[in-house]
């Protein structure tokens, strides 16, 4: 019986054309596969997080070329051994956008809001840009997160709701459709 492992993979460094070429092609000729990812360029440099999975051997042999890849395709590599996600967590999965006036704090004050209710913050994505017409500088952030089946989702939409209404956040959260 094959179990598969899994390796969390975390660069960074100057953009260029062709990292995540040159990256996925050197996991693939080890022998693992990307099994989930997140890249993205912030200010001038690459940023990429991948699970990698594959078996003991090619994980190790994985860990082994990092220190060449490095070299090579001029990154930061950081990397942990990880498991698969617990697939028997029951948590409900929904989406959540904000809209704002860009001040500080904005992430910490929905990441406390969740945090103090036990909600999990799985994935996000944040930005700013200029408003049109105007050039007022805005803030938006995504986020999926994962509610405890045991909450009950009017309520915490109306707590939600009342939060963003308080700190002057436009915002909705709905069910994530997958």
């Known amino acids: 019986m094959s179990t598969q492992n899994y390796l969390v993979i975390s660069a960074l460094g100057k953009d260029r054309p062709g990292i995540v070429d040159e990256l ?23 940023a990429i997080l991948l699970m990698v ?69 799985e994935d996000m994505a944040t930005t ?12 938006s952030v995504h986020m999926t997160v994962g509610i405890p089946a045991d909450l009950h989702i009017a309520t915490l939409r109306d707590d939600f709701m009342e939060f963003c209404d308080t700190i002057n956040l436009d915002a909705i959260i709905e069910p994530a459709q997958r």
Request: net charge negative.
């Open 128 to 139: 700013s840009y200029a408003a049109p017409h105007t050039g007022t500088v805005m803030f």
């Open 24 to 46: 996925s092609k050197a996991i693939l000729n080890i022998g693992c596969n990307i099994a989930d990812s997140r890249m993205t360029v912030l200010g001038g440099e690459f």
């Open 53 to 121: 999975e594959g078996n003991w051997n090619t994980l190790g042999k994985l860990e082994e070329a990092i220190p060449a890849l490095e070299q090579q395709l001029d990154l930061t590599i950081i990397v942990k051994r990880t498991e698969a996600r617990d697939s028997t967590a029951r948590a409900l999965p929904y989406v959540v956008d904000v809209v704002s006036l860009d001040h500080p704090g904005i992430v910490h004050q929905l990441a406390n809001f969740f945090s103090q209710r036990k909600i999990n913050i």
